[in-house]
């Protein structure tokens, strides 16, 4: 095992794994945990090993409680996976950075390995924030490249034309063009008010598309509908809501002109 300690963050490597057309696809945890989910459920699904681990001081000062009742510092990790086509790089992490010079640092590191394991494209998983419910998210995407660009509309990606990608989901595409790679995001329609796995489940689907990799999201199609229930829930209540406030307003009005 080899570390390397540079600036605030600190990386721990167990393997150096070089396939040829390997690609590294991110997901950090955001609105609707989109990302979080899809990356945590290739990890899970594909199963992939863990072949780096990436600590820093400007993670949230907290810990996750296991199952077993112990605990782990919030940390980053890198997993790797060859497929029948290509070799398949997750980055995942407990939590994201919570100053800029966190973000850009452990993105750097993470795409500096990619570069050396001979990755040339990095996709990263997002949440497209509308506020409102949607029984069918649409996937948007923006590129590095008029190229990366072009695959996703090929793809049934709705490019975005305006706006940002914030925080790390959309800090590693731009690290990863700085660093001579090409990347895009894919982003989840979602309302931001939920964990939304109908939404981490559309942007596994269109990655499949894009990467050629094969994807079981059948576990996420029943988390989708675990949400697609609370979704209906929340609905229902605020139409309750939105029905009791003009009687409210009736009753609290006083009943004489002075």
Same mark, same amino acid.
């Given at each position: 095992?080899?570390?390397?300690?540079?600036?605030?963050?600190?990386?721990?490597?167990?393997?150096?794994?070089?396939?040829?057309?390997?690609?590294?696809?991110?997901?950090?945890?955001?609105?609707g945990y989109v990302?979080?989910?899809?990356?945590?459920?290739?990890?899970?699904?594909? @199963?992939?090993?863990?072949? !780096?681990? #990436?600590?820093?001081?400007? $993670?949230?000062?907290?810990?996750? =409680?296991?199952?077993? *009742? /112990?605990?782990?510092?919030?940390?980053?990790?890198?997993?790797?996976?060859?497929?029948?086509?290509?070799?398949?790089?997750?980055?995942?992490?407990?939590?994201?950075?919570?100053?800029?010079?966190?973000?850009?640092?452990?993105?750097?590191?993470?795409?500096?390995?990619?570069?050396?394991?001979?990755?040339? @494209?990095?996709?990263?998983? !997002?949440? #497209?924030?509308?506020?409102? $419910?949607?029984?069918?998210?649409? =996937?948007?995407?923006? *590129? /590095?490249?008029?190229?990366?660009?072009?695959?996703?509309?090929?793809?049934?990606?709705?490019?975005?034309?305006?706006?940002?990608?914030?925080?790390?989901?959309?800090?590693?595409?731009?690290?990863?063009?700085?660093?001579?790679?090409?990347?895009?995001?894919?982003?989840?329609?979602?309302?931001?008010?939920?964990?939304?796995?109908?939404?981490?489940?559309?942007?596994?689907?269109?990655?499949?598309?894009?990467?050629?990799?094969?994807?079981?999201?059948?576990?996420?199609?029943?988390?989708?509908?675990?949400?697609?229930?609370?979704?209906?829930?929340?609905?229902?209540?605020a139409e309750q809501?939105?029905?009791?406030?003009?009687?409210?307003?009736r009753e609290q009005?006083?009943?004489?002109?002075?």
């Open positions: 095992m080899s570390r390397r300690g540079e600036g605030v963050v600190t990386e721990s490597v167990t393997e150096v794994p070089k396939p040829r057309a390997s690609v590294l696809i991110c997901g950090l945890p955001g609105s990302g979080k989910l899809a990356a945590d459920h290739l990890v899970g699904s594909m @199963k992939l090993r863990k072949v !780096a681990e #990436y600590s820093s001081p400007t $993670f949230p000062p907290q810990v996750s =409680v296991k199952e077993d *009742g /112990t605990v782990d510092p919030p940390k980053g990790e890198l997993y790797f996976a060859q497929t029948r086509k290509k070799g398949v790089f997750v980055f995942t992490a407990d939590a994201q950075p919570t100053t800029s010079e966190g973000e850009y640092e452990l993105s750097d590191a993470v795409v500096k390995f990619a570069r050396k394991c001979g990755v040339k @494209k990095v996709y990263t998983l !997002a949440a #497209y924030i509308t506020g409102s $419910f949607s029984n069918s998210p649409r =996937v948007f995407g923006a *590129g /590095t490249s008029k190229a990366m660009a072009d695959s996703l509309v090929d793809n049934g990606v709705t490019l975005m034309k305006d706006g940002g990608i914030s925080g790390m989901n959309g800090l590693l595409i731009g690290v990863a063009a700085l660093r001579g790679l090409e990347g895009a995001c894919l982003l989840g329609e979602t309302s931001g008010y939920v964990v939304d796995a109908g939404a981490s489940k559309v942007v596994l689907e269109a990655l499949s598309r894009i990467v050629g990799i094969a994807v079981d999201t059948s576990m996420l199609k029943e988390k989708a509908e675990e949400t697609q229930k609370v979704i209906s829930q929340l609905q229902a209540m809501s939105r029905e009791a406030a003009p009687q409210q307003g009005r006083p009943g004489y002109i002075g």
